[in-house]
């Protein structure tokens, strides 16, 4: 009796000291994997690295509902399909487009956003602003100096042949015959032609015979990259819908729902990494037409960009944001109840109100 006591009071102790490491195993297994992407206004990362915003707000009162225990992992575009696809999510909550392709691996919730695709073109203040500082920029007085350095060789040429034989003209001291020379060559070029000077010997008036054929072919040339540079920007205002983004240069995020709808309209585009390195491009005159959601593009322009981008009143496709789930996800059901109890409220108004405006 004695042994058999002894026996089952080791039982009980070695399951004593189990049980809690089960319990939280058991806790740490309960807890589910959220994956979510920074896309203000739905999802907003904090400097202390946590998540705020319509979506992370949406899926925070599902859980309440659904009693759900979980934990927020920041993942790229192509990881909120894949890592739920792959079993490494339980979830995906940002600002996640439903389309048929993403439906044939993961399953959706019901629709909690529905919005549309929309394009940010540099406005008409930013086109004039890029188009005054061209004259300005490093290339505009560098080719600018070149033709200044131009002008004073041949002047400089032509001095050396007038300066003995036309002193009323190119004479005088060698500051005052190359002003004078320099001064030549530059009516010369614009064909202004005062007749106020002109060479009067033989290698004088050779220099001046092939510098007035080079000269057309020299102010054409500069001309026409003054004018280029004028109206580049005014190219780019051409954007007033889709029907003209084949003409344009165009930027999306590559892997969206908005690289897809380019690619199905036979368009082409450059891909990009963020919304922020695409707006920054459209600002600074690298691409005329950035393609994207349209609360999206409408919350990162307000303040910064509100000046430089404008977002076309378009809707070019429609949008719904639903949260990813696996495939035949057993928390599907409960989740969607508990989510159509959510946008059915007050309170979700209000939150969408206080990120997008009335």
Known sequence: MKKTSRLMSVIVCCLSVMMPSVAQTNEAEGKQVIATKVAPPFVIKNDDGSFEGISISLWKQIAELTGTDYEFTEASLVELVDGVKEGRFDASVAALTVNAQRET???FTHPFYTTGLAIAVPSEGNRWMSAVKGFFSWEFLLALSALCGLLLAVGALLWVFERKHNADMFGGSTQKGLGASFWWAAVTMTTVGYGDKAPVTLGGRVIGFIWMFAAIIIISSFTAAIATSLTVSQLSSSVKGVEDLPDVR???????ASSAFLQRENIGFKRLES????L??????KVDAFVYDKPILQYLTKGKYEDSILILPEVIERQDY????????AQREKINTALLKVIETDEWQDILDDYLGQ
């Open 105 to 107: 691996v993961i399953d």
């Open 250 to 256: 165009v930027a999306t995020l590559s892997g969206s």
């Open 275 to 278: 919304v922020e390195e695409g």
């Open 280 to 285: 920054s491009q459209l600002e600074s005159g």
């Open 322 to 329: 639903a949260i990813a789930l696996p495939e035949n996800s």
